[in-house]
């Protein structure tokens, strides 16, 4: 394959069903943290991990990386009501807080 699986944010909605917003990058590339091919997909299953359905969900850029993705959780005993929703940054690191660099977060409501 020409990518790889950086990293995901997980959760399950009251059925059990199995939701990863995860970062893809470019195979062989040595800058983890912000580089331009990264990209946003969902991976979801149906049987708790053994399957998965994958959805492309960034809009790629060759400039910029589509990263950081967080995804709804449940908060204590209240399970998710319905298909959980995600955000992800579209947007270089920059080299400081306060160096100008923009960001934007992007928001994903979903339907199963």
């Known amino acids: 394959p020409d990518r790889c699986l950086l990293y995901s944010s997980i959760t399950f909605d009251s059925q059990g069903y199995l939701y990863m917003a995860s970062v893809t990058q470019k195979n062989g590339v040595d800058k983890y943290w912000g580089d331009p ?3 946003i997909i969902l991976l979801t ?3 708790r ?3 998965f359905d994958v959805v492309p969900i960034s809009k790629p850029d ?3 990386p589509n990263w950081m993705p967080g995804i709804e ?3 204590g005993p209240h399970p998710i009501a319905g298909v959980p929703a995600f955000l992800y940054t579209h947007g ?3 080299e400081s807080l306060t160096g100008g660099a923009g960001t934007e977060v992007i928001f994903v409501r979903l339907a199963k």
């Open 45 to 47: 299953s149906a049987d």
């Open 62 to 64: 060759s400039n910029l």
């Open 37 to 39: 091919s990264a990209e």
């Open 92 to 94: 270089g690191p920059g």
């Open 73 to 75: 959780r449940p908060f």
């Open 49 to 51: 991990g053994k399957t």
